[in-house]
């Protein structure tokens, strides 16, 4: 289990992304695994979320050589609650889905800043453009 609460006094970039293993969560994982070092130089701890199963996130962390924590939210509890789980468009139609979504966390637990339905690739680049 994992809390918030545990990096209080660090900034945390928390991303959401719908499915371990895909082509653009891949793609992510790895551009942020890619740039650790410029987020740890600008004091951001990077936290990687979705519904997968621990077993499948412990398998694609190896699988992509991923230095930076994957949680598991098989239940979904924690997107809804931010914001990136629900109602998205999927090739033309409306599903319940993972929103790709980025939140930065400040140092005293307010949301600094949030992206929601970002696109896989060129994601990394731009949060740290805007850092």
Known sequence: ?????????????????????????????CDFRDNLSDFSHAGITVLGVSPDSPDSLAAFREDEGLTFTLLSDESKETMAEWGAWGEKKNYGRIVQG????????????????????????GHVARVLRDL
């Open 1 to 29: 289990m994992v809390s918030l609460k545990d990096f209080l006094g660090q900034r945390v970039l928390v991303y959401f992304y719908p499915k371990a293993g895909t082509p653009g969560c891949t793609k992510e994982a």
């Open 98 to 121: 993972v929103i790709r979504s980025t939140i930065i966390i400040d140092t005293d637990g307010t949301v600094e800043s949030a992206q929601y339905n970002v696109r896989a690739t």
